[in-house]
C-alpha cells in the first residue's frame, strides 16, 4: 500500500464535505475520482497529499516523493521550459546539468520538441503548457502522482493524446496515482478503480474495479462501460448537474 486514508472526515466553517473515507492505494494503481462538483474530490486530493490537514481520520504514507498535476499548468512565467520542468529536482538539490538532462528527456515523452525548451511559458500554447506540467510532475520520478482534473481545460483530441501519455508513463513508471476527473469515460480509460465520491456529505458511494487494464481498452469497451454506470444510482448525481446546466 502507497497510501491509505483511514476514516477521513473534513469540513468548512463547521459544514461537513464528507465523512468516514477509506481510501488506499496499492503500488502502481490508478485510481479515479469521480463526484459532482463541489463534493470535496479537491479537499479530498489535498488531504492526501498532505496539503490540507483533515479534522478526523488518519493519512497512511508509505512514499518518498509524489507530484502534482492541475487543471491549471501552474508553470513559473519568468522560466523557460527546461527550467520549469526541472523545478523539482533542482528543489531536491539536483545540479542543473543533470536537471535539464531530465527535462530534456521527459519533455520528449510528453512530445514536447527540444526548441520548445527554451520558451517561456508564455510562448507555449495552452496544450504545450499543460504537457510541460506533466513533465514537471514525471521528472522527480514521483512514487505518487495527485492528478486534479489535468484535462478538463484541453480540446478533446489533445485530451486522449495526454491521457495515454499517463497511462504509458503509470505503466512504465509504476507509480500509484489518484486521478481526479468529473469525466466518467476519463476514468474509464486511465484508471485500475473508480471511486465515487457522492455530494451532501455522502461519502465514497462506489468503489469499483475496472475490467482490463488502462491502454488496452478499446473504444467500445470504455463506451460500453460509461453507459452501463451512467444508468446506477451512484452515478447519477454525476450527469444531474451536466442535465441542468445543459438546460
Ligand atoms: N478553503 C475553503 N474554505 C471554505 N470552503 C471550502 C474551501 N475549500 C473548499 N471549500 C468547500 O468545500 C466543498 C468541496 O470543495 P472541493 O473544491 O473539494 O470540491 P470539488 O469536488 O473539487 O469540486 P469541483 O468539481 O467543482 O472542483 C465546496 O462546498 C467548497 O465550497
Ligand atoms: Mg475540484
Known amino acids: 500500500m502507497k497510501l491509505a486514508l483511514k476514516a477521513i472526515g473534513h469540513g468548512f466553517l463547521g459544514r461537513p464535505v464528507f465523512e468516514h473515507v477509506d481510501l488506499a492505494l496499492a503500488s502502481g494503481e490508478v485510481v479515479a475520482l469521480i463526484g459532482p462538483s463541489g463534493c470535496g474530490k479537491t479537499t479530498l486530493l489535498q488531504i492526501a497529499a498532505g496539503l490540507v490537514e483533515p479534522l478526523r481520520g488518519r493519512v497512511h504514507r508509505a512514499y518518498r516523493r509524489h507530484a502534482m498535476v492541475f487543471q491549471e499548468p501552474r508553470l513559473l512565467p519568468w522560466m523557460t521550459a527546461r527550467d520549469n520542468i526541472g523545478y523539482g529536482l533542482r528543489a531536491s538539490g539536483a ?11 521527459r519533455a520528449a515523452e510528453v512530445g514536447l520538441h527540444a526548441r520548445d525548451l527554451d520558451k517561456y511559458p508564455a510562448e507555449l500554447s495552452g496544450g504545450m503548457r499543460q504537457r510541460a506540467a506533466v513533465a514537471r510532475a514525471l521528472a522527480v520520478e514521483p512514487d505518487v502522482v495527485f492528478f486534479d482534473e489535468p484535462f478538463t481545460a484541453v480540446d478533446v483530441g489533445l485530451k486522449r493524446i495526454l491521457q ?28 485500475h478503480r473508480l471511486v465515487v465520491l457522492g455530494g451532501n456529505a455522502q461519502g ?15 473504444n467500445r469497451e470504455v463506451f460500453d462501460l460509461v453507459e452501463a454506470w451512467s444508468g446506477e444510482p451512484a452515478f447519477r448525481e454525476l450527469f444531474d448537474g451536466e442535465r441542468e446546466s445543459a438546460a
Open 204 to 218: 465514497l458511494v462506489a468503489d469499483r474495479r475496472i475490467d482490463g487494464t488502462p491502454g488496452a481498452r478499446g
Open 95 to 105: 545540479e542543473r546539468a543533470m536537471s535539464a538532462d531530465v527535462a530534456a528527456r
Open 164 to 191: 495515454d501519455l499517463v497511462i504509458a508513463a503509470a505503466a512504465r513508471d509504476s507509480f500509484s496515482a489518484l486521478f481526479v476527473t468529473h469525466d466518467l469515460a476519463e476514468a474509464v480509460r486511465v484508471a
